[in-house]
């Protein structure tokens, strides 16, 4: 035997000899920290009760799978809103300096995208269900259902977050009246909305909050840069006169 736990046994034997009745703690004893064995048990025991392999990161075991379909669904229709709406009043700005024509392009952008977010993730989730569903009659496994996705949920989520992203741009830009300082709101509102988007969505799914927060903000201001490039260019070429009216 080690002679160093040899010495350790002794020691709590001798400790619990000298107080047979139990009142005395082991742990008042033997130093903090020490180790001693259980004869019976034939485990190692901490003096201080607490398992020294116990971490001190509550996560550990919790399943971030559950959150992906509902997270993936909430920051992809927030994201794409608020991308979308603002690159869209951004290169219509591009062409036109008027208030009302970026107004009008931001809700147009609202509303259709919102559509067509829900109408897509609808049938996409739909194809999903009729597959387990089929799967499901193949095993016989009835109790499975309970389990199934829902489209018109997933439809209904995926509208509602389009729409709250689209919403940033839309009111950041509607009550600025001038060209230049509309569209730095616009693209100001969205690289915070990007940034938060992408830090929340990192920390609900456990992930490197930093690294994803820069990686949807770098996305968002390419696809800003893009559309104001393309449009600009556009207008040149085919020359439509920028009005500030």
């Known amino acids: 035997m080690d002679p160093h736990l040899s010495s350790h046994v002794h020691a709590a034997a001798a400790a619990a000899s000298a107080f047979p009745d139990g009142k005395k703690l082991e742990s008042d004893v033997l130093p903090p920290g020490v180790v001693t064995l259980d004869v019976e048990a034939g485990a190692p025991t901490n003096a201080a009760g607490a398992d020294p392999r116990d971490g001190d990161d509550g996560d550990a075991g919790f399943d971030y799978m559950a959150r992906a379909q509902w997270l993936r669904a909430a920051v992809l229709g927030a994201n794409d809103g608020l991308v979308s709406v603002a690159s869209l009043m951004i290169g219509i700005g591009a062409v036109n300096a008027t208030r009302k024509a970026m ?143």
């Open 103 to 245: 107004l009008v392009s931001g809700m147009a952008g609202l509303v259709a995208g919102a559509c067509s977010m829900a109408i897509g993730e609808f049938v996409s989730v739909y194809a999903q269900y009729d597959i387990e569903v089929s799967q499901i009659k193949r095993d016989g496994e009835e109790a499975a259902r309970d389990s199934l996705p829902s489209p018109t949920q997933a439809a209904i989520a995926s509208a509602l977050a389009f729409a709250f992203g689209a919403l940033l741009p839309l009111l950041a830009g509607v009550f600025v009246p001038s060209w230049a300082a509309r569209v730095a709101a616009v693209c100001a509102a969205t690289s915070v909305g990007l940034a938060g988007f992408g830090v929340a969505g990192a920390y609900l799914g456990g992930a490197n909050m930093l690294r994803s927060g820069l990686r949807v903000l770098l996305g968002g201001w390419f696809a800003m840069l893009v559309t104001f490039g393309v449009l600009r260019l556009f207008g040149t070429v085919f020359h439509i006169q920028v009005s500030s009216a």
